[in-house]
């Protein structure tokens, strides 16, 4: 009786390769940088209590609504894998009394889940990198989150992305901006979508996101937010564009940029493709890459004291898309034991010179020339050759693959003729920078 192998299921995905390689280079370049702007790494449950979700996110969005992965837990209690990271932290921060570290500046990385169309660059199960800023309520909190964005952006080396900034105002400003919202679509209701005449009592803010041609001429007349805006909001938003212009941080103002629920204040923000660049080719219609907004009322929401906050996500599939396919890294010494009496040797070698940071490889499958073969293609400067007679001597038959030069060490000079190798290497790769820096100053002059 044959038997039919499960296959994984749909929305999720199984990483490997070069792709993996990507996935792996953004998380450890959201790694490095997060530390540069000292934040504090976290860690969050998978699940949490359905109401985390349900009173943070909002019972009338589509998340809770359509796409949260729920369920009933033996004890009768409901639960739900996290569809994002804010909350979770928000329920954190007042349950384990992080008010004492305030202004707590955190950030983490891991799977969320929502239960929605499978398409490019969106799964059921993926993943984020995230980081929020809890407890501070000044304008330049803004500014280093955003910063931070800017610097893990271009650190993965993508191009042809700008930030686009909005200001939803504070309570004040904003409930005026809404109401006025609300006069401006009910005059025109009958010619909206149905999405944006279900929004208009219940989330009219988000019927400025359609993206339905029905909606587009209304939402294009609607009444802007720096109509209502009062001095204070006015003050808040000068002070972030003018610390992103001083931290070198490029953006453009996007007026129809909002953030439908109630608690979100001041600043929202995206960055997003430029049109035409390869970015946008990459992703699709999946446009934004990074997004957040500053989120004061959220604490309230769960049953803390207002607390002022602002945080972003990006999905990392989406950041690893436009990384593009990386190679893994060369191995750099590989080990060789001529035969089976070799191999108890090849792994003490092969041990040893990990301890002392360099990556190693034993080939010990096929004949000697498809051994050198592999080496080469796994991109090794050398080899260590193992044999009898080495055994019997105590030493080790040093190989530099690139000279075909040969030398008898021990162990320990060979560990130091591997760091001269890596030297080398690295001090080439610094010239070669150095090169094309010149070539592009040069470049530069020309244009003059």
Do not use: C
């Not at 280079?25 to 349900?54: D, Q």
């Not at 600043?267 to 946008?280: L, M, N, Q, R």
Request: hydrophobic fraction near 40%.
């Amino acid at each position: 009786m044959s038997k039919i192998t499960p296959q994984a299921i749909r929305g999720t995905q199984d990483i490997f390769g070069a792709e993996a390689e990507a996935f792996a280079f953004v998380v450890e370049t959201f790694e490095r940088v997060r530390k540069l702007y000292r934040f504090r790494r976290v860690e969050m449950p998978v699940f949490e209590k359905t109401e985390v979700f349900a009173r943070s996110i909002g019972e009338t969005t589509d998340i809770v609504s359509k796409e949260m992965y729920s369920f009933e837990d033996r004890g009768g209690e409901s639960l739900t894998l996290r569809p994002e990271f804010t909350a979770g932290i928000a329920r954190a921060y007042l349950t384990n009394g992080w008010q004492q570290h305030a202004p707590l500046k955190v950030a983490t990385h891991g799977p969320l889940f929502r239960y929605e169309r499978p398409q490019k660059g969106r799964y059921r199960q993926f993943h984020q990198i995230d980081a929020e800023i809890i407890g501070a309520a000044e304008p330049q909190a803004d500014v280093e989150l955003l910063a931070m964005a800017d610097q893990i952006i271009r650190e993965l080396g993508i191009t042809g992305v700008t930030l686009h900034l909005n200001t939803l105002g504070d309570a004040e400003s904003r409930e005026a901006w809404r109401a006025a919202l609300v006069e401006h679509f009910r005059a025109v209701k009958d010619e909206l979508s149905e999405d944006s005449q279900e929004r208009l009592e219940k989330n009219p803010l988000r019927i400025l996101d359609s993206k339905d041609p029905r909606d587009r001429k209304f939402v294009s007349a609607a009444p802007k937010i720096d109509q209502f805006l009062s001095d204070e909001a006015k003050s808040f938003f000068e002070a972030v564009t003018s610390g992103l212009d001083a931290a070198g941080v490029e953006w453009v103002r996007a007026e129809s940029l909002v953030r439908g629920l109630d608690y979100y204040r001041h600043t929202a923000f995206e960055f997003i493709p430029d049109e035409g660049s390869e970015a946008a080719s990459r992703l699709g219609s999946q446009s934004t890459i990074l997004g957040g907004g500053r989120y004061d009322g959220l604490m309230e929401s769960l049953g803390g004291a207002p607390t002022p906050a602002v945080g972003w996500a990006a999905g990392i599939e989406r950041l690893a898309m436009l990384v593009g396919d990386k190679a893994e890294e060369p191995v750099e010494i590989a080990v060789i034991p001529i035969s089976e009496v070799g191999n108890l040797r090849a792994i003490e070698v092969a041990q040893a010179l990990r301890n002392s940071r360099f990556s190693a490889e034993i080939f010990a499958r096929g004949n000697m020339k498809k051994r050198f073969a592999r080496a080469d293609q796994a991109g090794a400067m050398a080899a260590i050759i193992i044999g009898e007679d080495e055994i019997a001597s105590g030493q080790l038959q040093f190989k530099h693959l690139g000279t075909g030069e040969q030398s008898t060490l021990t162990l320990d000079e060979a560990s130091e003729r591997a760091w001269e190798l890596r030297l080398d290497r690295d001090v080439g790769k610094f010239d070669s920078y150095m090169d094309k820096l010149e070539d592009a100053v040069n470049s530069l002059g020309d244009e003059d």
